[in-house]
């Protein structure tokens, strides 16, 4: 049992923890949460949830839960324990809990063996030109947008659109399918919040049998034309592992491929836009980076930060233990809170402020087993993508905030209108070269202070 951190706070009120977590939900708790994990960790490291369970808000207490071997994830096992057990059974909800990111050992252990290094240096060397390419593509596009109407949505024109053109391409997945893979993925993920209502639940619940058919069906024909790519290749893995049920092997690379396809749309989507916000609401910011490039990748670490796409993960405690100070029974839930753990003062110095060299710590992909497997391709198209709109924008910015969904777990930008002073029909004018390209003075500029309105 190990006890971590300690805060100062104010007597825990159920009241209070439940208007909080309304207004994370709100309009006004979507465009600027930092408020409201700022009051969620006053109430300390390990705060009880209104519906059993705890809320983790510290830093190293989300830290401890992630990496630590005494915490699963409620997959079936622990869902049959529950006195509630049909909570879980929503169609939806028992989709995911097959996936990945919902199984224990050893059955997680056997199908993240079979994936392998999913995105290792090979196989990203050898995605990177076709994702510079998807990149210049689309970016061309928001500019003719642009030119024609004067503003256009970067969620819609290239936020979407640049994740499902890698993971689909990469799949072998036809581009007139990648439409239609949006759109069930945006319902979908419903199921995913921490208390879905009955509406949501429906809506996911539409858009996962049109998913279990459209991948049920993909994965027909390759096993009736296998070639030379990755769907084919877990088909035959999943063949010698299970040879007596083919059934089962089907199974099994259904939920492999359902969950990493789905899996990359939305979060790669939202940190594009969310980089895009900060960077772009500022003109002299924008600057900055176009003239130091080199720190496109700390831009793209910022932005995970600052605003993780994934706000909140769920761990189920192994054994009766003891989490900063607060007793947690085995069986019991806590959700760790991205967000307000990467806003820790206590880890992250002045964390209200988007600054780009911070080099400070996040723990947006996870950690320990369930450590995100795309993580890797997630930051290259990050890269690629920032690179590309520095490279053809000499000014772009925003012309009104961000809109998001209403949700606490994943987040999601569903429009993000630009626009740019630049003539978006000329050539892509060069990168200033100035006298401050070895960096700002002292590891920080000033013009990278940037908070939320």
């Known amino acids: 049992m190990t006890a971590v951190g ?37 109430l300390g490291d390990v705060v009880p949830a209104p519906w059993g369970g705890y809320l983790v808000t510290g830093y190293d207490a989300c830290n401890q839960v992630l990496r630590g071997r005494n915490w699963l994830v409620p997959d079936f096992a622990w869902q049959e324990r529950q006195p509630n057990p049909e ?8 989709a995911m809990s097959r996936a990945l990111f919902r199984l224990n050992a050893p059955t997680h252990t056997c199908q993240r063996r079979s994936l392998g290094n999913l995105f290792d240096r090979n196989t990203l060397d050898s995605l990177a030109p076709r994702i510079a390419e998807h990149a210049r593509r689309i970016v061309d596009e928001l500019a003719e947008r642009i030119r024609d109407g004067g503003e256009a949505d970067f969620v819609t024109v290239v936020g979407d659109q640049l994740p499902v053109l890698t993971v689909g ?10 439409a239609h893979i949006l759109d069930f993925t945006h319902r979908q993920v419903h199921s995913q919040e921490l208390l879905p209502t009955k509406s949501e639940l429906a809506v996911s619940t539409q858009a996962t049998v049109e998913m279990r058919e459209f991948f049920t069906a993909l994965i027909a024909e390759r096993r009736a034309h296998p070639g030379d790519d990755v769907i084919s290749d877990w ?38 836009a969310t980089a895009v916000w900060f960077l772009t609401r500022d003109e002299d910011q924008w ?17 995970l930060r600052y605003d993780p796409p994934v706000h909140i993960n769920t761990r189920i405690a192994a054994d009766d233990t003891v989490l900063a100070g607060t007793p947690v029974a085995k ?46 391709l997630a930051r290259l198209e990050g890269r690629t993508l920032l690179t590309e709109l520095l490279n053809r924008f000499v000014t772009l910015r925003p012309v009104s905030a961000p809109v998001y969904a209403p949700r606490m777990v994943f987040r999601r930008v569903t429009s993000l209108k630009v626009t740019t002073d630049d003539d978006p029909a000329a050539p892509p004018a060069p990168r200033p070269v100035t006298e401050d390209a070895a960096g700002p003075p002292a590891g920080r500029c000033p013009v990278h202070r940037a908070q939320h309105p």
């Open 287 to 303: 600057q900055w980076l176009r003239r130091h490039p080199e720190h496109v990748d700390d831009a793209v670490e910022e932005a």
């Open 169 to 178: 391409e990469w799949l072998d997945i036809p581009a007139h399918h990648h």
């Open 235 to 272: 088909i035959r893995y999943w063949d010698e592992q299970l040879p007596d049920d083919p059934a089962a092997a089907d199974r099994t690379v259904y939920d492999l491929v359902m969950f990493i396809t789905i899996a990359s749309l939305e979060t790669s989507a939202t940190l594009m």
């Open 87 to 94: 909570r879980w059974q929503a169609p939806a909800v028992e």
């Open 331 to 376: 069986d019991q839930m806590v959700h760790v809170m991205y967000g307000a753990a990467a806003h820790d003062p206590r880890r992250n110095e002045n964390p209200e402020h988007f600054d780009i060299l911070r080099g400070g710590s996040h723990m947006t992909f996870g950690g320990g087993i369930h450590y995100c497997l795309g993580a890797a």
């Open 6 to 42: 300690d805060i100062s706070g104010t007597t825990t009120d159920r009241r209070a923890v439940i208007s909080l977590l309304r207004r994370l939900r709100s309009p006004e708790g979507q465009s600027n949460p930092q408020p409201v994990w700022d009051r969620l960790r006053a």
